[in-house]
């Protein structure tokens, strides 16, 4: 088996606010990350897909493939977006890393049909990310 993995770069904005908490409490629990107005992020993905390369082409899958499954299912769907409110696939969570991974993963993994998503990392900034494996997918009956 083989891993493969791609990088891509998009920006976007969030905050964390729980409906369910007062004001006060999401001050106390999210800090800076609750301002009413949201921040911005340069996000970095790395999707890392897993398989035997083909053959004939000695490749795992096609990398323009994926760079174009990418473009049309992350970069279109979340770059200059506000991830609250224009990221439909969001609706009713917390835009933290970890849900934004979870989201990632699940808007993938069905359309990579040659190898599959073995790995989708997600940089909110240089030191932190969240990581989202098949396995732990599967056991935690999320994705």
């Known amino acids: 088996m083989v891993l493969i993995t791609r990088k891509i770069e998009f920006s976007a904005s969030h905050l964390y606010h729980n409906p369910n908490f007062s004001a006060e409490e999401n001050r106390r629990v999210f800090g800076k990350c609750n301002n009413p107005h949201g921040h911005g992020h340069n996000y970095t993905l790395e999707v890392t897909v897993a398989g ?17 499954i990418l473009e049309r299912e992350v970069m279109q769907r979340m770059d200059h977006r506000h ?3 224009e990221v439909p696939e969001l609706a009713g969570q917390i835009p933290t890393c970890e849900n934004i991974a979870q989201v990632l993963w699940r808007l993938l993994d069905p359309k990579i049909t040659r190898g599959r998503l073995h790995h989708v990392r997600l940089y909110e900034s240089p030191d932190l990310f969240a990581d989202c494996y098949r396995n732990g997918a599967a ?3 999320k994705l």
């Open 52 to 68: 035997e390369p083909d053959p004939v082409t000695g490749m795992v899958l096609d990398l323009k493939e994926l760079k174009e």
């Open 83 to 85: 991830l609250n409110y």
């Open 139 to 141: 056991a935690a009956g």
